[in-house]
């Protein structure tokens, strides 16, 4: 009788109890979203399982809600994904920067304008010592001649054009890296997430060396970092008080 009961239970028990679950999906070609990749590697970092796209872009892997899986593809940026359900997924790979495509070059001209002088440059000042020419040996002369302006006019503005390319990055961070998109890549909320974001906001020069700049991948690793710090470590140093006179 026993034997019978515990047979019963097993067959009215669910299958998906039974079953690992996993998470499907294809993975397409970022510029031209109808081309699927083969061989693209997929790993879930949680488990250490992978496998690797068909011809068709579809691949299969066991894995749970909270992991975190990576795709790599040679010629293309790796990218990660952080699994909120199993539902089947669509991923696309942009290409990497240093890919060159075949470029045919069928006519050329040339602006007149480039050999043009400067339409910025300011007049130049020339100084000069006494001209020596046609004076006799006991005659004071000298020869130096210096031309002041054009260098100090181009120096400040490379400056100039340095500190527009840091604000134009600047304000790509701030609309990009907000408390909404962090939060639900890496589901910190509250005091948790402000801290998170203060200790690993993009720096800018990190995000002008790698155009274009993938934040999705950069934000899952530093959340793995972050896990990997005791929890006295989470937060930003705190800023010294000044002492009063």
Request: aromatic share 10%.
């Amino acid at each position: 009788m026993l034997k019978k009961l515990l047979l019963a239970l097993i067959l009215l028990t669910p299958a998906t109890l039974w079953a690992q679950d996993v998470v499907s999906g294809t993975v397409y070609d970022f510029e031209i979203k109808t081309l699927p990749l083969q061989e693209v590697s997929v790993k879930n970092f949680n488990n250490n399982q992978s496998t690797t796209t068909k011809a068709s872009g579809k691949f299969t892997l066991a894995a749970n809600v909270g992991d975190v899986l990576e795709f790599s593809l040679n010629g293309y940026h790796k990218d990660t994904l952080y699994l909120t359900n199993l539902s089947p997924k669509t991923i696309f790979l942009p290409g990497s920067s240093t890919s060159l495509k075949e470029v045919k070059i069928l006519s050329a001209k040339i602006n007149p304008t480039i050999l043009s002088p400067d339409p910025e440059a300011k007049e130049s000042k020339r100084v000069e010592a006494d001209d020596y020419r046609g004076k006799p040996n006991i005659s004071r002369a000298g020869g130096i001649k210096l031309n002041l302006g054009y260098g100090k006019y181009k120096e400040q503005q490379a400056k100039a054009k340095d500190l527009e390319e840091k604000d134009q990055y600047e304000n790509e961070i701030k609309s990009v890296f907000t408390e909404a998109y962090v939060s639900d890549l890496v589901k910190l909320k509250g005091q948790d997430l402000k801290d998170f974001m203060t200790l690993y906001r993009p720096p800018v020069a990190t995000v002008q060396s790698a155009r274009p700049f993938n934040y999705k991948y950069y934000t899952v690793q530093a959340y793995h970092q972050w896990l990997k710090l005791p929890p006295s470590q989470r937060k930003p140093p705190q800023v010294p008080r000044l002492k009063k006179n």
